[in-house]
């Protein structure tokens, strides 16, 4: 099985610009989770998408929106991009019965802001 | 709001050693689940352990082990005769299992560790 993708692996934007940020979870798993990671502020939780549906929400501004379609992809989206937004964008999928625990990280992609 | 707490910001070990990674977390809930994550320079997050905060048994997966105290919300994990492949950041994690579905994980700030051969 193939793991989870993502894609671009690195960008680089301009302040003010917008991006989005995609994701492929492992066939068969419904959940998708997005997380921040920068030397700051660590890991943070963005949001969670379960059935295309907006299961669990972090403590990001509205800047930071998200989708999932019906193959169980998920993009993320960032508008109006500002320099603290640099970082590496990591994407967990898993199946979500109750109980499991598990979750597969992707590579993650790199986001430069200028 | 949970939070999770490493306090070591970077351990060393010799090769074939043993070593303990700290962590603590404070939550009001009484079931939730931890977990220790690697993440080698290659920057691919992987599983490393996990535990039900409702089993007293502490996890083991070969030469990675955990010690839980639960009354005190401490979590450590134990690597034993330490390998090359070990080197990495080590996060710890909190997920709550109040919404028995969601996804959210808590982390810690990670723990660098670094294996001398």
């Known amino acids: 099985k193939a793991g989870v993708t993502q894609t671009p692996r690195y960008l680089i934007k301009t302040r003010g610009q917008q991006v989005t940020l995609s994701c492929s979870p492992i066939s068969g798993h419904r959940s998708v989770s997005w997380y921040q990671q920068t030397p700051g502020q660590g890991l943070q939780f963005l949001f969670e998408y379960f059935s295309e549906t907006q299961r669990n929400k972090g403590n990001f501004p509205g800047r930071f929106s998200g989708r999932q379609f019906s193959n169980s992809r998920s993009e993320m989206n960032v508008s109006t991009l500002e320099l603290g937004d640099s970082a590496l964008y990591l994407c967990?999928?898993?199946?979500?019965?109750?109980?499991?625990?598990?979750?597969?990280f992707g590579p993650g992609t790199r986001l430069t802001v200028t | 709001a949970q939070t999770v707490t490493q306090s070591q910001p970077e351990m060393s070990v010799q090769e074939a050693e043993t070593v303990t990674l700290s962590c603590t977390y404070d939550?009001?809930?009484?079931?939730?689940?931890l977990f220790w994550y690697k993440q080698p320079p290659s920057r691919q997050m992987i599983l490393v352990i996990r535990?039900?905060?409702?089993?007293?048994q502490n996890a083991t997966e070969n030469r990675f082990s955990v010690n839980f105290q639960k009354a005190a919300k401490s979590f450590s994990l134990k690597i034993s005769d330490s390998q090359l492949g070990d080197a990495a950041m080590y996060f710890c994690?909190?997920?709550?299992?109040?919404?028995?579905?969601?996804?959210?994980?808590?982390f810690g700030q990670g723990t660098r560790l670094t294996i001398n051969p």
């Open positions: 939550t009001s809930e009484s079931d939730y689940y």
């Open positions: 967990a999928s898993s199946w979500s019965p109750p109980r499991i625990l598990r979750q597969y």
């Open positions: 994690a909190y997920r709550s299992a109040l919404d028995q579905g969601a996804q959210k994980l808590v």
């Open positions: 535990q039900e905060a409702y089993k007293q």
